[in-house]
Structure formats: structure tokens, C-alpha cells
């Protein structure tokens, strides 16, 4: 059984995203890669401006994400083989890992010359319950001018595209690889924070992500394998802090790791937030908090997406898209929380369990120094 997952494809557009959400970190299948291994089949003529090959870059990319792992082993060979599955438009299932140039994704060129969003490499991945089977990465050839004369651009690109061939899906984290817009060749590409605890969720251990929110815990006291992820950070996840000045404009991400055997059920998220003097906040649907007035039934933060092993939630803070509205004036204007140290706890619930709720066991805290 092969399975496609076609909101992958569309998540996976590097440095412009078609309108949508952009999804801390999310990991798109309950699935990893078979033996935590992957040979790609790369064809990548043309140099950077720096003259190395691109093909040497995508080796580079791939040793961006094994040096922080220890667990992967990723290796690419410089050959042409067929990316697309002869007979079918848009697919590129054909059993062979590839990273190639091209004009259009196996013939369907709506990423690549549409309008006003044009993608710079699309990603196709396939997988089956025993793990990803197949990745495809498609480098837009239209973008070329780019790869070849801005510095970093194809090794950003390449690194973001191959995170998805890990199965890691869009984050919400500004300074995260996996987000879905990249800055044109600002640096060379160095993990994030988040980028790292996708990395430990997936391939290695929950103790290996920093901002590990305790223990999985369950309200019904069964043990779970849910893990909980999440900080505050005033420049966009590079750092992540506990205490602030009043002044600063702080974001709080959060990523509900789910246990594996709630991979594809409906659900909800859930933020619940506790002042030091035990007042107690819901941070609701959209993006507000309101009081809680009963613990035993918390309001939903959000819906679960069926078929995401991990998902993130931007707590608190002002999305990283202009477009997207500020979420959330708990501390500011409206409750007036300044100064007080405030506790972020992020659990989700399923529809088949009522009143249960999974939750990290420690919080996420804020507090405020004297300016
Ligand atoms: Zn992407």
C-alpha cells in the first residue's frame, strides 16, 4: 500500500508558499525513513557563485542534517535517473530517490511558472505504514539565475527540501529551516532549535530537544508516548528564554508530539495558561484567551490534523506572515499580566475520549524583570 500524501507536496514549496497555513516544528507522518537511511540519485549540473557544484551543495545539505543526528545516514550519487512515473502526470513514484533540475514536477507546471507564486523546488515524498518508501526532489530551473548567482540560496533550498524527504513538515518558528519561506541566501544554513527537536522526536530522543516540555502525561493516569515542545523567544526561535523585560514583544510556540497510536484520530488542542496567584486562562480557537471556568472541560486551541504525527501552535505572538493576524493579547492590554510570572501548559485531547486530556508536564514559563 503506497501512499501519497498531496498536502505534503503543496506544503513543500521553499522560499515563496502558495496562500495557506504554514504550519515549533511538525513531523508529517507517523513514519520516518526505513533504517534511518536514504541514497539519492542526483543530477544537478552548474556550479554556485562561489563555483562549487551543486551537486557538491546537496552533498553539503545532507551533512547539515547527519552532523546534528549521529542517527541518519543520508548519501547521494551523481547520476541521472528517471524521477517521474512514466505514465502518470505529477507523480514521481517510480521507486527511485532523485534530486534533479527541471521546468516543470513531472509535467505539471503549476509550482513552477504560475502567476504570483513560483516555487524554487518542490518535494514529493511517498511512504507506507513501515516508513517513507520514495523521495523526489525537483529544483525549479527557472530559479537557476538564482542558485547560480546568490550566495547560500541552493544550499537554504536543498537543506529545507531534504528536511522533507526526513519527513519533517513547515514550522512556524522564524528561524527554523523548516519554515516555509526562506531569505534569499542571508546565511548558510544552520539548524534552529526546532529544527533540532524534530530531529531528536524523529530519529533520536525526546532528552536530545532543549525546550522538551517535561513528561507526556495523561489526566486518565495511563501512560503515553506524547511528547510536548515548546518556548518563548523574542528573535524568532534562534534563543528561547524565561525571562523578560516588560518591553520585549515575546512569541510562544508550542508542538504537540502525539502518541503514536492517536496518529490519525480527531482532536483538539488545548492551552491552558496559570497566573502565581492561580487565575486561570483558555487560549481559544481564535488565537484570544479567556478565563477558564472549568478545568475539567478546556476550550479548544485549535483542531488536531489527522494524519500529523507532530503539530505546532504559535502560543502567543505575532506570526512571522504579515498577512496573519497577532494572536493572543493575554499579557498586554487586556489582563494586564505584566509583571507577573505566567505559565504556559499545551495538551491536546481526542473526540473519543472526553474530559482525557495528554499534556506536557511541565510548562512553559514567562516572567518579567524590572526594566
Ligand atoms: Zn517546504
New binding site residues.
Partial sequence: MLKLSIPSLL????AVLAPGQALGFELSYLVGLRGNKHTYYAHLPGNLPDGVSFFESFVRSLHVWMDASGNISLNAIEEEREVCQTNFRGSSQNKVNTASFSTTFCGDDSYFSSGGTVADAV?QTSWDPGGIVESDIVFNEHSRSRFESVAHHFHHVAT??IG?TLGFG?SAVRSAI?Q?RLNYGRRDPVLSIDDRCALAMRYGSPGECPILLGEGLSTDSLPTEARFVGGATTNGGRTFENHFKPSDRITVYGTVVKDRTHGHRPGDLHVVVATDNGILFARHADGNFHPLEDASDIPSAGALKPGLYAQDLVIMGTRHYDREPSVGPLIGSVYQLQGQAISFYLAYSLDERPGVYYFGSEPIRVSWSEE
Fill in positions: 506544503l513543500s514549496l521553499a518535494t529545507h527540501e522533507h513547515h523548516m516555509a
